[in-house]
């Protein structure tokens, strides 16, 4: 039995492992490359040498000029402020571009300094490369009839760092008059890579892209992807603008046996219109990504699932449906994430949609204010997490195994009609199955509200500055913490002396309110009412659950582990 010493309830974060996300401005150390060419909009083609003192005016320009570069012979471009447009730019590899720069003083600060980049009206932006950066530019306006507006990546695997994607989009098909719904179209309003592609896109804001016909408003992953998307921020992004046959979902879509990993990114305010599926995250076709510590709030669809959709098969309508794959080949890891204020339109699935033979794992994630958590025809492990939802288990299909649902808070209504084992859960609604239980499960009171004194809206970094007369709290605690203002949503990103910055507009609003953690309290009946189950070694915050050979064999019950904080805690 866990100590139940007295504590001094403090003030945790909801997402306390969270780092502050999104764009930031990286020292570079640029003696690592062996040849750099300088480009301004005040530069020369014609007369400049590439030099900080003669840059170019081009990126296209500098590119032509770099020869002879190689792994161990990297090159760079550094672009300083201003804008820039032009054809298609073709990606090298071993060749990386910087943006954010003085023209003067070639110092960084990519905010200050925006090195703003498009297409010729109609063109693609970018091609990728393999083992090369875009570090640092505002990517904007770029609007093109096909597959990624901003970069298209066939096969390769470019790292795509500390950018802003605003306003990019992708355009119908020419003449597009489908058979039948949900047919692939113009996929990546800003990103768009298939064919094995693996890149790594970490730290950038997308900010209303959009497709009119097409998945991915963002990102589209399609057939064989891999590679990492962490630490972004998908904000406003808006699916299926012109849509005749709902072939458009998600701010990001993994399609087609693709299997990245998701991580520690916040998806805020995206939409999937024209009866659409998943305003946020979009998986199918056997695609089996890794989706971890990721924050869900205020997304929405027309159709089914607002922030979240997991689907094995696609839909199908002329040839059969594939057999259901092995777990060794298709199964997906949905673990510490954050679902907050979601919604779709018959309100089920507000949260998410597991459903077309998924098989996977949902463990230690939270769920509260949206329209519900939704389970059909799949085969999944459903651990340790905290669903203050109405909770729907049902349908079951042929070479599907029934479900495990163990360690659960679920306080809502339930409808269980498939195969599933019910074990150790705290429902509001009684659960056949093993040690189940009903009591309230005692959350901390640790929501609370600020009323700003000043509420500056930053619309270079979409974030707004929330000054207060004083502060306690420590630098960066509060970040991840959902907050609502009115009928706004936003989430933390960084917190330090009077200033509480949250992303979005909430300029003008007085009166800020920051959501509960959802954690149990000392007396919680929660606490050490769940069995061990060797495939959770965490909980929502990382925090190691109990194992065999330790003092406590059994886990708690929700997605945290109930650690007491001593007297006197700092």
Known sequence: MKSKIAVILVLISIC?????IGPKTVDLKLDQYSKIFYVAESGSDESGNGTNESPYK?????????S??????????????????????????FVDMFGGFSASTWKRDIFANASIVSANSGERLFI??????????????????????????DGTSPTITNNTFLRNKTL?????????RHLIANDGGAIYCENGSSPTIKDNLFYDNSTECGRGAGIALHKNCSGIISGNVFMNNVVGLNDPERSSEGAVSVFDWSSPTIENNLFLNNSALA?????????ALWAAPKIIANIFVNNSATDDAGALFVGGQEHRYDSPLDPIPSKEKFFVEINRNLFVANTNSSRNSGAFRITMETRGSFTNNICVYNTGVYFQRSEMEIYNNTLLENFILIETKEGLEKSFVANNIIWGDLNIDAPAEFSNNNSRKEIIGKDNFSKDPLFIKDSFRIEPILTPFNNMNQTTSLLISNSIYKENELVGRVVKAGNKWSVIKSNKGNSIEVWGDLSGELEVF????FQVDKDSPCIDSGKNIASVKTDYKGTARPIKGKTSLKHDVGAFEYKPISKGAK
Request: hydrophobic share 40%.
């Open 58 to 66: 081009s990126i296209q320009f500098a590119l032509s000029k770099l």
């Open 172 to 180: 119908i098909p020419e003449n597009w008059q489908p058979k039948y």
């Open 68 to 93: 002879g570069h190689s792994e161990k012979n990297r090159a760079a471009i550094i672009v300083a402020e201003g804008k820039y447009s032009g054809e298609t730019i073709q990606l090298k590899e």
């Open 128 to 153: 990728g490369a393999d083992n090369c950066t875009i570090d640092g530019f505002s990517i904007r306006n770029n609007q093109f009839r096909g597959k990624g507006a901003a970069l298209f990546c």
């Open 16 to 20: 306390s492992f969270a780092q502050v």
């Open 275 to 283: 009866a659409n599926d998943a305003g946020g995250l979009f998986v």
């Open 514 to 517: 920051v959501l509960s953690s």
